[in-house]
């Protein structure tokens, strides 16, 4: 007996998951596969698969990562869309990288918040991998992969890697921007909520500098007129999605509710600046509550 609980102590100490979050790891990757499997035996496809086929199609031909004469009637898409899932994609097939993506990102999104927003309780990433699985309906293939770099970034950086952090977090912004901005949401409500972290998101945000510079060259150079739709209504919803967390935040019993009222304060001003700031983000001003928009436990 006493050999066992050396074992498992052992096992502990080295750090071997427990079976909760290798079921976190799996579970959602199984449902995302075989969602994807139905998806395609009964011809259902996501809202903007499309468009991701064709433009992967196009770096299969050899054609421009720049510009695009048919995407709203002809524009520059490197800067707001991205490269780096169409080049993946060539290689490696869309599937395999939405399975990984998607299927991972609960699993990310809980390593995070359990360093940086103190969530032990695996309820949060059980409802993302839910909302994950129904996400796929988008087809929005891109930021999906976008957001579980970020999310990937984000967790090195709770546990103090703000140089490493930043690279999974820069590619991200060249895979689909509004990821990173779904990402900044936690990154700012933390600097609010937590003097200490202040240092390590100072030289996280250093390290973004390069990536940040060529992201606007790109942005200057390829410039564009497209803009995102952006409707009071819609985004005056998702602020009141928010709202909603920051009362169920100051009623919980938290002793940690001060920063998730933040959290969703910094999620709600986001989604109203996007209305009274006309900007390109439009509704993607949203995308933070819509993935994240059940108040952590």
């Known amino acids: 007996m006493a050999d066992v609980n050396e074992a498992r102590v052992g096992r502990h100490m080295v750090g071997w998951p427990s079976r909760s979050l290798l079921a976190l790891a799996l579970a959602p990757v199984v449902a995302v596969a075989a969602t994807l499997v139905v998806m395609h035996l009964v011809g259902l496809t996501g809202v903007d698969t499309a468009g991701h086929v064709y433009k992967t199609a196009l770096v299969t031909q050899g054609q421009s990562l720049t510009w695009d004469n048919l995407w709203y009637g002809g524009s520059y898409g490197v800067a707001g869309y991205g490269v780096v899932y169409y080049v993946l994609a060539r290689f490696l097939g869309e599937a395999p990288i939405v399975v990984a993506a998607a299927g991972l990102l609960p699993l990310l999104f809980h390593l995070y918040v359990r360093r940086a927003w103190r969530v032990s309780n695996l309820l949060p990433a059980v409802a993302l991998a839910v909302v994950t699985v129904l996400y796929l309906a988008n087809g929005q293939n891109p930021f999906l992969l976008a957001m579980a770099l970020t999310m990937a970034g984000l967790a090195l950086l709770a546990a103090d890697h703000p140089l490493w952090a930043a690279l999974p977090v820069g590619v991200a912004a060249f895979t689909n921007p509004?990821?990173?901005?779904?990402?900044?949401?936690?990154?700012?409500?933390?600097?609010?909520?937590?003097?200490?972290?202040?240092?390590?998101?100072?030289?996280?945000?250093?390290?973004?500098?390069?990536?940040?510079?060529?992201?606007?060259g790109a942005l200057l150079a390829f410039r564009g007129r497209a803009s995102y739709l952006a409707q009071p209504a819609e985004l005056l919803k998702w602020t009141a999605v928010a709202a909603v967390g920051v009362l169920l935040a100051r009623l919980s019993g938290d002793p940690d509710r001060r920063a998730k009222q933040i959290l969703f304060a910094v999620a709600g001003a986001s989604c109203l600046a996007a209305i009274v700031v006309p900007t390109q983000l439009g509704n993607n001003a949203a995308r933070f509550l819509a993935l994240f928009g059940l108040p952590p436990g």
């Open 178 to 216: 509004v990821a990173v901005v779904a990402g900044a949401v936690f990154v700012v409500a933390e600097v609010v909520a937590r003097r200490p972290v202040r240092r390590r998101a100072a030289l996280f945000a250093a390290a973004l500098c390069p990536f940040a510079l060529v992201w606007l």
